[in-house]
């Protein structure tokens, strides 16, 4: 189960996205997660990673602040839970839920097969 740096990871990473870094900003997180809810995504380590990235620090520590982001990102996470999502990455390709770090060959065929069933309805 996620838990609550988790949760407020996410936030951290749509308050980033304002700014046109969600990406710089989950490349940062993902290299540096130690473990759940351990400190590693504690506030004050989610605002070292923007200004290391350099973004604009008062606007995103008051987003971070603000929690804007929090029902939008606890809404995904009960969606997530909803459809039966355990596990990262977990994806959906045509409806149907495919768990685990699959190599992009084997994923590949899927998603043509499922692009040539939606040109085809």
């Known amino acids: 189960m996620i838990g609550p740096e988790s949760n407020r990871a996410a936030e951290a990473a749509a308050c980033a996205n304002e700014?046109?870094?969600?990406?710089?900003?989950?490349?940062?997180?993902?290299?540096?997660?130690r473990g759940e809810n351990q400190g590693a995504f504690r506030d004050d380590t989610l605002q070292a990673f923007a200004a290391a990235l350099s973004?604009?620090?008062?606007?995103?520590?008051a987003c971070?602040?603000?929690?804007?982001?929090?029902?939008?990102?606890q809404a995904a996470t009960a969606a997530g839970q909803e459809?039966?999502?355990?596990?990262?990455p977990t994806l959906f390709i045509n409806g149907e839920k495919v768990e685990g770090a699959i190599p992009f060959d084997q994923l590949?065929?899927?998603?043509?097969?499922?692009?040539?069933?939606?040109?085809?309805?």
């Open 55 to 61: 973004l604009d620090k008062a606007a995103f520590n």
């Open 108 to 121: 590949q065929p899927m998603i043509e097969a499922a692009l040539a069933n939606a040109t085809s309805e």
């Open 19 to 33: 700014q046109g870094q969600f990406w710089p900003y989950h490349d940062t997180l993902f290299a540096n997660q």
């Open 83 to 88: 459809r039966g999502v355990r596990s990262t």
């Open 64 to 73: 971070l602040d603000s929690s804007r982001y929090r029902n939008e990102v």
